[in-house]
């Protein structure tokens, strides 16, 4: 069999739209595990989740990274929407397309998101029997715990809204559009706030190529049951790493709410500390980086080689 590139552009259905990213492949010559990556919120693939994914192809593994739908390269309408619901179909249906390709093992694929993106990651291993192992950077798991329930049927509905159900927004459970990142909340808020956030959108942002844009629209459909990742992971049996910031600035990523989400889950898990706050492991090169990158690789390594 033919060599395949060790990266290659790709490009897949998902609701409606054409996705596009990169595909990290050695060769097809025998079917390799592999890591289905995402960025977070508004990120494209060439903002650090691209120094990841060289981290994991250089172990061995093959990895598919792709925008998420409207953002960066890939296609589809409205633009610069986040939907948390059609990106985690978006993760779907890249696994669907990555099982097919003949030099990949369609038994050992993990996911990896980071930020929000990490927590769509966490739903979709809760509810799609297919992956074999999750790495969730600095989940966002939302500012307060999940609704109680006990009987799973929220849970339930989740499903089977992630399954098929009505995603569409409405005006009162969209947000925006208004800017990603701005230094001044007061003069023009943003939907990320601390700086933390302005200073590594910006640095890494506005570097040639990575088709980012500082705008973006936050859509929350109002569906049976509520998007919160902590619906999710009671029923969470797949292996997961989850990096966790004690000193995490993100409201969203709330460190003991991140916490108390991933220990629910019944599945073999670990939770790694990390400094640096919720951006620190995004800088590259870093100390942080390097420990982060490293005890993914051995993870991945130990769950899926």
Known sequence: ??????????????????????????????????????????????????????????????????????????????RLEINPWIQARGYRDAVTHLSGHPGIDPHRIALWGDSYSAGE???????????????????????????????GELFTALAATLEGGDVQGTPETTTGPLPVVSPDQLGSPSLLAPISAFRWFIEY??????????????????????????????????????LIASDDEMVGSNPAIARAVIEAAPADKEILEIQGGHFGILWHPSPEFDRAADAQRDFLLRVLA
């Not at 798991?141 to 009987?151: E, M, V, Y």
């Open 121 to 151: 990651a966490l739903v979709v291993g809760a509810v799609d029997p297919r992956p074999a192992a999750i790495i969730a950077q600095v989940p966002s798991c939302g500012r307060a715990p999940a609704p109680p329930d006990p009987d």
């Open 205 to 242: 942002g506005r570097r040639p190529g990575t088709g980012w844009e500082n705008r973006v629209t936050r859509v929350l459909p109002p569906t049976p049951a509520p998007y919160h990742v902590g619906l999710a992971t009671p029923h969470l049996r797949t292996p997961l790493l989850a």
């Open 1 to 78: 069999m033919a060599r395949v590139p060790v990266v290659e552009e790709v490009e897949f259905a998902s609701q409606g739209a054409v996705l596009r990213g990169r595909l990290y492949l050695r060769d097809a010559r025998r079917p390799r595990p592999s890591v289905v990556m995402a960025h977070g919120t508004s990120a494209t693939i060439g903002m650090v989740a691209d120094r990841y994914a060289a981290a994991f192809h250089a172990a061995g593994f093959a990895v598919l990274l792709y925008d998420h739908r409207g953002f960066g390269a890939s296609g589809g309408e409205p």
